[in-house]
């Protein structure tokens, strides 16, 4: 390809799809890296989506029979985080842009404001926001974090609570934080998913 020693790094862009519509075009655009041999420029395709339970117009949890146990379980259904986006990582060149942007489904790619101007990539913020939702952790975004860093819990059972990181284990992937229960330092271990900085 004629563009290769131009390429930039890869990075993240959000492509635009009708809302309801978002899987139908994440799997469209996976169809075009083989058709079109783009997969050493298009690398990840991902609907943001989360198991969430099901509950009741009373805030109960929805229950249902195992029909395989016979054990009635909590219900859960599959909730898009970004109706009407699909994340696509790849290296914008020309045609990985022509491509993309006419793939069945896709209405567009965020931060392209015409004029033949290609899209600016989302930041690494907002990525590592959306990845980590669906439990995504790449090892480059322990690079982003240090002990002192105030951040925020959104995730498990201290979703929600804010505090400063104490340490770090990149091995477990675990990261303590020092919050602040009933006016005391609480020191608390969470998975590294379920933290990100504090704007």
């Excluded at 990840?44 to 029909?67: G, H, Q, T, Y």
């Excluded at 931060?111 to 990845?131: C, D």
Aim: glycine share 8%.
């Amino acid at each position: 390809m004629s563009e290769e020693k131009n390429l930039g790094e890869k990075q993240w862009y959000a492509v635009t799809t009708f809302i309801g519509h978002e899987n139908k075009a994440a799997e469209n655009i996976k169809t075009r890296i083989q058709t079109y041999n783009l997969g050493d420029f298009i690398f990840r395709v991902i609907v943001a989506e989360e198991k969430v339970p099901s509950i009741n117009k009373n805030k109960e949890p929805v229950m249902r029979r195992n029909k395989e146990t016979g054990e009635m379980e909590q219900k859960y259904k599959i909730v898009n985080l970004y109706p009407g986006y699909v994340f696509v990582e790849m290296i914008m060149t020309d045609e990985v842009w022509y491509v993309v942007r006419n793939t069945p489904e896709v209405t567009g790619i965020t931060g392209s404001s015409g004029g033949g101007q290609k899209p600016t990539p989302i930041t690494s913020r907002e990525i590592e926001a959306v990845l980590k939702r669906m439990g995504m952790v790449d090892s480059s975004m322990y690079e982003n974090y240090h002990v002192g860093d105030l951040v925020k819990i959104i995730n498990g059972t201290f979703n929600g609570v804010e505090g400063t990181i104490i340490s770090i284990d990149k091995e477990a992937g675990t990261v303590k934080v020092d919050t602040i229960f009933f006016g005391r330092h609480t020191p608390v271990d969470v998975d590294f998913s379920e933290i990100v900085h504090i704007s």
